[in-house]
């Protein structure tokens, strides 16, 4: 079966650091998204890393460890408006770009 | 204008109705997905297709059918809604040209069945 983890909800200060972690067992990976949904939004495009590593965008880092089945997003210098959820999405083998999604991470920034 | 549109964007009907809910992109994507969204379940695809000629069941396509109108279109129908399916409705698109296979999301539309 599939099966993708991630924490339900995190809390962090404003112009604090926070590392959402995700783990996922899938029968087949071409890749991890994360995506980032305001409340009764869509899901806007954070990264994508299909290879091992650190992917660093701006405030936004991605990391990606195939052998552990591990992946992270780091969010730096947050701000009121990275209060969201965060969607970690594995990419499944085929043609398709099908993808299966955690249930998400609500983040909360305070003040 | 956006590139992926979803219509209606609220929706409210009663048990037993019929309900189309309605997707058109501009991106020239060939590949589409319709995607339920619950409280704590994260995102679950109904339906995805690769093209006018190509339909796929997701994991939970019972009760749902789809319509590959065009390329550019693809509609999701509820034969006779019941309380369960009321949730968040996505559809959206994926390409493959350029490397890029993220998938661009539409606005949504909120479907509640009383």
């Known amino acids: 079966g599939q099966n993708i983890d991630q924490p339900t909800e995190m809390t962090a200060t404003e112009g604090a650091i926070v590392q959402i972690n995700c783990t996922y067992q899938t029968s087949g990976f071409n890749g991890l998204f994360w995506y980032q949904q305001h409340a009764g939004e869509a899901p806007t495009f954070l990264s994508y890393n299909v290879l091992d590593g650190l992917e660093e965008k701006g405030r936004f880092s991605s990391f990606l460890s195939r052998s552990k089945g591990y992946s992270y997003l780091l969010l730096k210098e947050l701000q009121m408006k990275d209060s969201a959820s965060y969607l970690c999405a594995v990419v499944l083998s085929g043609g398709y770009n099908k993808l299966i999604f955690g249930a998400g991470t609500r983040l909360a920034v305070h003040p | ?114």
């Open chain 2, 1 to 114: 204008d956006a590139d992926v549109t979803q219509t209606p964007r609220n929706r409210i009907t009663k048990t037993g109705k019929r309900i189309m809910l309605e997707c058109s992109q501009t991106k020239g994507h060939d590949r589409m997905y319709w995607y339920r969204q619950d409280p704590g379940l994260g995102l679950r695809l109904i339906y995805y297709s690769f093209d006018v000629k190509d339909i796929n069941k997701g994991e939970i396509s019972d009760g749902y059918s789809v319509s590959r109108q065009a390329q550019a279109k693809f509609s999701l129908s509820l034969e006779s809604a019941i309380p369960n399916q009321t949730a968040l409705y996505f559809c959206a698109t994926s390409d493959l040209g350029g490397g890029r296979i993220e998938q661009f999301f539409g606005p949504g539309t909120r479907l509640t069945v009383l």
